[in-house]
């Protein structure tokens, strides 16, 4: 196995997200552009246009900190009991794994001169202090990831070049407006696992961004936040104390494909609500206090995974899931998780008309 396969594998056994995501260390190899510098990326002196990884060489290698592994450039330095950033970096660092460390605090010249960084991996420290202007020489930053900290509000001056943030499972209790203001290019936030109430949200707190992935799960949420960005398709918010869907929570947000609302104490969803939503393809309900099959799933016509299991649903409706007629919906289910106390005997098959087949519905064989 090559050096850089290998850690990456490492990389990606060190750490476990609250959401699995599939390829989240894909970026180690994004285009090949982290091994590549400028010459090399536009394909120069290649006959394909596409570079020989292994012609590339180690760049840095008298560079590299004590105990630290450093390959290409790439510089692992986890697990070691750091106190502070390591200071025998080489400018062409492009990835920097300082993960599982006793980092408290990210001072003004810690990333000095690190003008090619493109992922900065801080989880599982003891940050609480970020100074300022600790992260404006990374000025091609994209991947920052700095969940698992002490930090009690988001760090300022991010890069704008910054396209994925994760900082979950900090301390956060307030999102002020303007602070993601600059983000331009940012796609993806992660901050669930902070104490984070609706309250802690300022008007206009997502002015400016255009996420594609959002995810507060594991807070403090009531309901579901008001004026996030309607760039949104991912919206996770499972996990928290949501007990009710009103006909204007929806209403920003018709790019939505999935939705995450699994772990709340949801009981009631407002006629009307879900039709605001007309690509959705992904509806999670789970683990929720729904007495009833939500009312507006027959008018989703792509939507094709819903789960409503570990609720208080006793009946399932003739016309619950499919809508009237053959031909209106243009994607049929392919899962229909109803763990309920439904008898599966009770419902029959009029109500699943629209499901690609038998299987693709789970009733369990409840007993009370």
């Avoid at 290409?72 to 492009?94: F, I």
């Avoid at 939507?303 to 009946?315: A, D, F, G, W």
Wanted: contains cysteine.
């Amino acid at each position: 196995m090559r050096p850089l396969c290998l850690l990456v594998v490492l990389l990606a056994l060190s750490q476990a997200l609250p959401f699995e995501q599939k390829g989240f260390w894909d970026f180690t190899l994004d285009d090949s552009l982290l091994l590549m510098n400028d010459e090399e990326a536009s394909g120069a002196g290649t006959a394909s246009g596409v570079p020989d990884l292994d012609s590339l060489t180690p760049t840095f290698s008298a560079m590299c900190p004590f105990g630290c592994h450093c390959h290409l450039r790439v510089v692992q330095c986890s697990d070691l009991g750091l106190k502070t950033v390591p200071k025998e970096l080489s400018p062409d660092t492009t990835l920097l794994d300082l993960q599982n460390n006793d980092i408290s605090e990210l001072r003004k010249d810690d990333f000095k001169g690190l003008q090619h960084l493109y992922a900065l991996v801080l989880v599982n420290n003891r940050i609480s202090k970020i100074h300022e202007k600790a992260f404006s020489p990374l000025r091609k930053l994209q991947k920052l990831y700095i969940s698992k900290n002490h930090l009690v509000e988001i760090p300022p001056n991010l890069p704008s070049s910054l396209v994925e943030l994760r900082i979950h499972d900090n301390r956060i209790r307030k999102v002020p407006k303007g602070v993601f203001s600059g983000l331009r290019n940012t796609n993806c936030i992660e901050m669930g696992g902070n104490p984070l109430e609706n309250s802690g949200f300022e008007p206009g707190a997502f002015d400016g961004l255009k996420l594609n992935y959002l995810r507060i799960s594991e807070a403090k949420l009531t309901g579901i936040p008001k004026d996030l960005p309607e760039t949104l398709n991912e919206l996770h918010l499972d996990h928290n104390k949501i007990q009710a869907i009103e006909l204007e929570d929806l209403l920003r947000y018709s790019k939505l494909y999935r939705l995450g609302l699994g772990y709340n104490q949801i009981r009631m969803i407002e006629n009307g609500s879900l039709s605001f939503l007309p690509t959705l393809r992904e509806l999670h309900l789970d683990n929720n206090k729904l007495s009833r099959v939500p009312a507006g799933l027959p008018d989703l016509k792509l939507l094709q995974v819903v789960y409503l299991h570990s609720n208080n649903i006793t009946k399932v409706g003739v016309n619950d899931f499919c809508p009237v007629g053959f031909g209106v919906k243009r994607a049929y289910y392919n899962g229909i998780s109803l763990f309920n106390p439904v008898p599966y005997w009770e419902a029959g098959p009029p109500p699943f008309r629209c499901v690609t087949d038998r299987l693709a519905i789970q009733f369990g064989n409840y007993k009370k």
